[in-house]
């Protein structure tokens, strides 16, 4: 089965105070092709758990009908049995639900690696980007 995962991001977030609320999202999708149609058939289940079930009708009364992902992360839909009913139904797994929140904004470019670690194998010098090479199974900073 196809798996698509999402990353819903608020829309008006606080970006001067590095504030990032969203979700991260991951489901297995029956019979589609595509994010767009996956998260499309998504939606429809969800909007028919809200028309026919108690739990539905209420979530969406406390969300003031602006029912989102952090509204069935808050009040823990993603793992309620009667939802689960109506995923299946429309052939949706949610694989993986997760809030984010601020602390755990990363730029996309962040390095990983800390670069006063990664050593000349010949004198044991940082290795300095310019001058790097890898030759023979060793690093190299350009000291040969």
Not at 103 to 124: A, I, W, Y
């Amino acid at each position: 089965m196809p798996q698509y995962s999402y990353l819903l991001l608020r829309e008006h977030t606080r970006v001067c105070e590095q504030e990032l609320v969203g979700a991260l999202v991951t489901l297995d999708v029956a019979g589609v092709t595509g994010y767009t149609a996956a998260f499309e058939r998504f939606k429809k289940a969800v909007t028919e758990w809200v028309v026919e079930s108690d739990e539905g009708r209420e979530l969406w009364f406390t969300s003031a009908n602006d029912l989102n992902i952090g509204d069935l992360l808050t009040y823990g839909v993603i793992d309620n049995e009667v939802f689960k009913i109506y995923m299946r139904k429309h052939g949706v797994t949610v694989k993986m639900a997760h809030s984010l929140t601020g602390d755990q904004r990363r730029s996309f470019d962040e390095q990983l690696v800390d670069g006063k670690e990664v050593v000349c194998d010949d004198c044991n010098g940082e290795v300095d980007v310019s001058e790097a090479h890898f030759e023979d199974a060793a690093w190299h900073c350009g000291c040969r």
